[in-house]
């Protein structure tokens, strides 16, 4: 998809090949693992895990805030 394209779709820029800001994450971390390899199979070679997924940076939080 180009660049427009992929701006009017999703509202962002389209990242680069060699965006070291292209990082995944969900509730448990089985869905990021997929998006991540399939991001590198499509040539973004930085593209990373948040290690831990959404739920674990959630718990945090809420230990962090009380």
């Excluded at 973004?44 to 230990?63: I, Q």
């Amino acid at each position: 998809m180009d660049a427009s394209e992929f701006q009017f779709k999703f509202g962002i820029v389209k990242p680069s090949l060699d965006s070291s800001e292209l990082v995944f994450h969900c509730q448990m971390g089985r869905r990021r693992a997929v998006a991540t390899e399939k991001a590198r199979g499509l040539g973004f070679k930085n593209s990373c895990n948040y290690a831990g997924g959404h739920k674990e940076w959630s718990d945090k939080g809420e230990s962090v805030s009380k």
